[in-house]
């Protein structure tokens, strides 16, 4: 109990300071950013982007390898479509897979790069090659076959299993 007492003199003690900067208006609490190893860029999404209130674009990267798995083991899949909603400078990018199953959005935001990240850090990749569909037991979305939901925090590897119809 003697703790807590101590603990509500120190928040009022701290409320009393940060009153006594000499604002003359108090200023709203801002939102967390997500914890990240990632640095924002900007604090609100470049003009014409939607992809949700708040978004920072933040210096992260987002890659994996697409794959099925064969009575062998797993095999890359090239030539496979990868939709990041929220990668890239102005969002809503796709990229390709090369020959080793591979796909890479990159953090480079000098360059176009980044993740547009907010509160939750999950970012929405779709997932096509045709004669592939989703594995078993992933959770329906009502948007699209193929989607994936990614936390991203920081520089992200992100796998993503397709299987042979």
């Not at 959005?105 to 929405?124: E, K, M, P, Q, R």
Request: some cysteine; aromatic content about 8%.
């Amino acid at each position: 109990m003697k703790s807590l007492a101590r603990s509500g003199v120190v928040l009022v003690v701290l409320a009393g300071l940060a009153g006594c900067t000499g604002a003359s208006s108090p200023t709203p609490p801002t939102t967390p950013s997500p914890v990240s190893s990632a640095t924002p860029l900007a604090p609100q999404p470049a003009s014409g982007f939607n992809y949700s209130v708040g978004a920072v674009l933040m210096n992260a990267s987002l890659s994996g390898v697409v794959f099925e798995v064969t009575p062998t083991g797993q095999v890359p899949l090239a030539d496979v479509s990868v939709y990041c909603d929220a990668c890239g400078e102005t969002g809503h990018t796709w990229k390709t897979t090369d020959k080793d199953g591979f796909y890479s959005f990159s953090g480079d935001i000098a360059h176009g790069g980044g993740v547009w990240l907010n509160s939750t850090s999950t970012v929405y990749l779709i997932v096509e090659k045709g004669g592939y569909s989703d594995p078993p037991g992933l959770p329906p979305r009502p948007v699209s076959q193929g989607w994936r939901d990614v936390t991203v925090m920081g520089d992200t590897r992100f796998d993503i299993q397709l299987v042979r119809r």
